[in-house]
């Protein structure tokens, strides 16, 4: 079986081939294509197949993760959106939670009202009322308002309409058959309910998913049936499966239909590849630090497992979007961030990025600002004939004169120390990201494992360790392609939601009955659409959560629901777990309190082939000389002073398990370059991967539980 893995980012589309049958894995970068994501994509699987000796034809999966949903909310950019809706709340999108992010500044922007998803114009309203708790028909609906709201959106020339009515996520009787009349009238308009796209409660955060749906749904369904197309002509005739949010893969049909799941979907590989890597080695809480060339996506992982946004608190640039989405931090820091002296004569890196045209001034494309990836050539951490495996030839002499303009002369300092104070800065900005999203929820980073992932992973990750006092560095076989990694080791899954309001207080056997038939229903829908994609029974796994709170709370949270049948003592289970996730999330529970079910999901999980990686022969070497390349002088700063230390350079793929490189050295791969600074060392694992720490830790018993990993005592 031939599976590739395609990850598009800012800078680099990543792509990375596994042949079982003659147990190879190949790695392969291409620049992005940002006028259309998809031409890089197709460029990147026909190089990587010739480099592989592999026919295109005999391509079985292609594994992808895009950022198209994630660029046109940034660029504001999506599609014109019309809306029905119950008279009288039309405004909803526009009043919100009446929250502020100042709350006492009067002269602050608000996204959603600024720049809606649905403008006020379109949003037209119908005489209809549903009736709580239960749904039931209050007020029946307006058919022929519906035809005339219809007829002026088509005046108005919208791209997409959506229905979302009070009180649908309990009985979508009104906006189904809405929707018939749209398509009635206008049958090649695309046109989503909010009950089919969120049936949740909470009516702001349900009609915003909605429209958030439809605002990207044009463009990422061309992108998707464009790459079909253009996979057809190539002559791939593999399944195309593309990353959700949720992490988890999900078949074109089923990412056309529900777009806005692909909103996270570039970030998402990289955190499945850092927790897979880390039970790979043993290594069980891991911080994922993927930097690229446009930005960094820092993911805390403890315990092998990837944290979930509680969909409550899911958003998308102050948007709120109602869908299952891994917990991933992503900041402006990445090789292609730009170094710059502010007005105020501060001396700043990033947010804004050179990208990959026309880049960082090494590339020699016409760019004038120094960069981060600049930076390091400066200091010889990137050997400029080994980038990419030299095919693209790097112009230290451009690197050394944007640096030495645009910062060493105006700070009055050499174009070392501006350079040293770029990589500082940067790798500041993303130490501050870790601690914000570790200690402020009781994780403490020095705990945890730092993954370096992406292109310039290994080039900082060290020092950052550092910075976090973390005492352990893995290094992934391929950090350049982690996230496309990630693609390969991540499943089919599919989140169904339901609302279900009931008062756990006298629970009784009909209680449980009904419960349990709700959850098969949501069950037989998800095998549905699993076996569809062409999942076997066997291979399907359900879980099975119920969303749940005291009465009179606001929010709900995430209980798990015990496997098989439901009895009475599985519901008593239920609101026993409820109160013991409220003490774990808060610090306090009332036993004593009402428990209130709100919604029931249930995550099916298709089976896929998985990422194996072979064993590699034991040496126990110490800076090996067969892997030696050659030495180059490398900056590093050591007691307060830069000082040029004569570094050798190390060839990855000739390192075999237990050898051990002391700093300085450099380890060169085709994606990536790990630098090993003076006082660290580093040791290949039996899987390949690198495994450093400072040396000092190998004889310090408070770091015994990383020293036992490093030596492969676990």
Not at 15 to 32: F, G, Q, R
Not at 464 to 478: G, M, Q
Request: charged share 25%.
């Amino acid at each position: 079986m031939v599976r590739i893995g395609v990850d598009v980012g800012g800078t680099f589309t990543d792509l990375i081939l596994v042949d079982d049958a003659a147990n190879k894995v190949n790695v392969h970068k291409v620049p992005s294509t940002t006028y259309d994501q998809s031409v890089g994509v197709i460029r990147g699987i026909k190089e990587l197949c010739e480099m592989s000796n592999v026919d295109v034809h005999n391509v079985e999966y292609i594994l992808h993760g895009t950022t198209v949903a994630t660029n046109i909310t940034i660029e504001g950019n999506g599609a014109k959106v019309g809306m029905l809706t119950t008279r009288n709340y039309r405004d909803i999108l526009h009043i919100a939670r009446h929250k502020k992010v100042e709350n006492f500044s009067i002269q602050q922007s608000l996204p959603w009202q600024d720049n809606p998803l649905v403008k006020r114009r379109h949003r037209l309203p119908i005489t209809e009322k549903l009736q709580a708790p239960d749904g039931r028909v209050r007020t029946p609906m307006n058919e022929e308002e519906v035809r005339d709201a219809v007829l002026k959106l088509k005046d108005e020339n919208v791209d997409v309409i959506i229905v979302a009515f009070l009180f649908s996520f309990l009985n979508d009787v009104h906006e189904k058959r809405a929707k018939e009349i749209v398509k009635e009238f206008w049958p090649e308009i695309q046109c989503f309910t909010s009950s089919e796209v969120a049936p949740r409660i909470r009516e702001y955060e349900r009609f915003s998913t909605t429209a958030m749906n439809a605002f990207v749904a044009p463009k990422v369904n061309q992108y998707l049936d464009n790459l079909v197309s253009s996979l057809e002509e190539a002559g791939v005739k593999g399944k195309l499966h593309v990353m959700q949010s949720s992490g988890g893969m999900a078949s074109v049909q089923s990412a056309t239909t529900r777009p806005m799941n692909l909103l996270k979907s570039g970030p998402a590989g990289g955190v499945l590849a850092a927790a897979w890597w880390g039970l790979l080695d043993g290594i069980k809480d891991v911080i994922s630090v993927d930097i690229g060339g446009t930005s960094a996506d820092i993911s805390i992982i403890p315990k092998n497992t990837p944290r979930v946004v509680n969909p409550r608190d899911c958003e998308v640039n102050t948007y709120p979007v109602v869908t299952p989405m891994l917990e991933v931090d992503t900041i402006g820091a990445g090789g292609g961030s730009i170094a710059y002296v502010d007005a105020g004569g501060a001396f700043r890196v990033g947010p804004k990025s050179a990208g990959s045209t026309p880049g960082p001034a090494c590339y020699g494309q016409g760019g004038e600002n120094p960069c981060v990836t600049d930076a390091n050539v400066v200091l010889g951490r990137l050997d400029p004939e080994q980038f990419l495996g030299g095919d693209i030839s790097l112009h230290p002499k451009k690197s050394y004169e944007a640096i030495k303009k645009n910062i060493a002369d105006k700070l009055d300092m050499t174009v070392e120390e501006a350079a040293l104070g770029i990589l500082e800065i940067i790798n500041n900005n993303m130490a501050l990201s870790i601690r914000e999203n570790s200690v402020r929820k009781g994780i403490d980073p020095r705990d945890f494992a730092l993954l370096a992932a992406g292109g310039a992973g290994p080039l900082h990750s060290i020092d950052l360790a550092k910075t976090v006092e973390s005492k352990l560095v893995i290094v992934p076989n391929y950090p350049g392609i982690t996230a496309s990694a990630g693609l390969l080791v991540s499943d089919l899954k599919y989140h169904f939601n339901a609302s279900y309001i009931q008062i756990l207080k006298t629970i009784t056997d009909s209680l449980a009955f009904d419960l349990f038939q709700q959850l098969k229903v949501l069950e037989e829908q998800a095998a549905s659409q699993l076996i569809n994609d062409g999942i076997s029974k066997r291979d399907i796994e359900f879980e099975r959560i119920a969303e749940c709170r005291y009465i009179g709370q606001g929010f709900e949270l995430r209980v798990p629901v015990p496997e098989g049948k439901l009895t009475k003592q599985s519901v008593h289970e239920i609101v026993s777990n409820f109160h013991s996730i409220h003490q774990q999330e808060y610090g306090h529970h009332f036993p004593e309190n009402t428990v209130e079910l709100i919604s029931l999901d249930v995550v099916a999980t298709g089976k896929t082939p998985n990422l194996e990686l072979p064993e590699l022969e034991r040496k126990n070497r110490i800076n090996p000389k067969e892997a030696l390349m050659y030495e180059r002088n490398t900056y590093f700063e050591m007691d307060g002073e830069i000082k040029g230390l004569t570094t050798p350079r190390y060839q990855r793929e000739e390192l075999l398990a237990n050898d051990r490189i002391t700093g300085p050295a450099s380890i060169i791969q085709r994606d990536s370059t790990t630098l090993v600074p003076p006082d660290w060392q580093i040791v290949v694992s039996p899987y390949g991967t690198l495994l450093a720490t400072p040396m000092e830790s190998m004889s310090n018993n408070k770091d015994i539980q990383f020293s036992k990993v490093v030596m492969g005592d676990e």
